[in-house]
């Protein structure tokens, strides 16, 4: 059997361990595997090569992806998706494993709806993905994201000062509530909540009163004031999936705090830190276990389907049902934003 592999979207780390997995699980069980470069740009132009053992060999640790990314959507250039499915089938692929996020596996999606043998691993540092507890990369951000929260406490301390910390997430807020609970955050702000400036400030001279001098705040990049719609974004301009690069909410917030404090509120912007690197030991294993239940549920020919992670077991769960809806916080879990307020 012939499978082909790609990984598309922002990257993260634990892709080059789950391609080590594919194509180890792969060979053991009669598998050849090729990889697709730069996500679907590679099928769209046939940009492809081979992966044996040794091309994988020394990748597990390693972060970003051996085979590039990027955010080519086939289904926005005329005849795309046919050229895909042609090049696909020149390459006398028998199916073909799609490692990303909702955009990526939103297109293995469609191509399944066109007769494509496909199956998702779902891959994002944003862990927006329905129906797995976690995302591929998530749990190697997160440590990233604590690690800076750590650093950025004894700074704060040591020089009295509200210091804010922006992360990713795009509409969900995952990293910040998670990072700012590892992290020890004294405001966590995500998207699914709008914030309050005139609260935040309250609670930082709630610590003055207390004599705690520093504070710390942590805010997704998606995060929006009361009574405002729209998200800080970076630039205007937008992927060809429709999403526009968010950032600078970390800025604006300073900018409203500095004004009713009259001290300057500085900002750390944590942006790629948090993307690069080497994966954690949990995605290095998701990684591993996704990889090997991918080719698994095809050599079974399970397909139109994605990875998921559901409690301690690795499930085949259809794209088409996983994608329906986003994945934001669940209100249940707001709790942990404001415990020791
Ligand atoms: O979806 C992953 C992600 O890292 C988001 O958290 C972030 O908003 C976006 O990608 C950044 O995109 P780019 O790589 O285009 O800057």
Not at 199 to 222: L, N, P
């Amino acid at each position: 059997m012939r499978a082909g592999v790609l990984s598309g979207g922002g990257d993260s780390p634990g892709i080059n361990a789950a391609l080590r997995s594919i194509v180890r699980f792969g060979a053991k069980h009669g598998v050849e595997v090729v990889g697709f470069l730069e996500g679907w740009r590679g099928p769209l132009e046939n940009l492809v090569r081979p992966l044996s053992m040794s091309d994988v060999s020394g990748i597990l640790q390693v972060g970003g992806t051996i085979l590039g990314t990027s955010r080519t959507n086939p289904f926005r250039i005329d005849g795309g998706a046919e050229r895909v499915l042609e090049n696909l089938k020149r390459n006398k692929l028998d199916f073909l494993i799609a490692i990303g996020g909702d955009d990526t596996m939103g297109v293995a999606h469609r191509l399944a709806g066109k007769g494509l043998n496909v199956v998702g691993i779902p891959q994002t540092i944003d862990n927006d993905i329905a129906m797995t507890d976690y995302s591929l990369g998530f749990s190697s951000a997160l440590e990233a994201v604590t690690d800076a929260m750590d650093r950025l406490h004894t700074t704060a301390a040591s020089h009295n000062r509200v210091l804010i910390l922006e992360v990713m997430g795009r509409d969900a807020g995952w990293l910040s509530l998670m990072g700012g609970v590892a992290g020890g955050a004294d405001v966590i702000l995500v998207p699914e909540k709008r914030f309050s400036v005139d609260a935040i400030y309250r609670r930082i001279q709630q610590r003055e009163a207390q004599k705690k001098h520093f504070s710390i705040i942590i805010v997704a990049e998606g995060s929006r004031p009361e009574g405002c719609d729209d998200q800080v974004v970076a630039e205007a301009e937008v992927d060809a999936f429709g999403h526009a690069r968010l950032g600078g909410i970390g800025q604006y917030l300073a900018n409203e705090l500095s004004d009713r404090m009259h001290v300057p509120v500085r900002v750390t912007n944590l942006a790629y830190l948090q993307r690069g690197g080497s994966p954690a030991p949990f995605d290095r294993i998701l990684a591993t276990r996704f990889g090997a239940a991918a080719i698994e549920f095809a050599l079974e020919r399970k397909f139109d389907v994605m990875t998921a992670l559901q409690g301690i077991r690795i499930m085949p769960v259809p794209l088409g049902e996983a994608l329906a809806k986003p994945r934001p916080i669940e209100d249940w879990l707001f709790y942990l934003i404001d415990l020791f307020e």
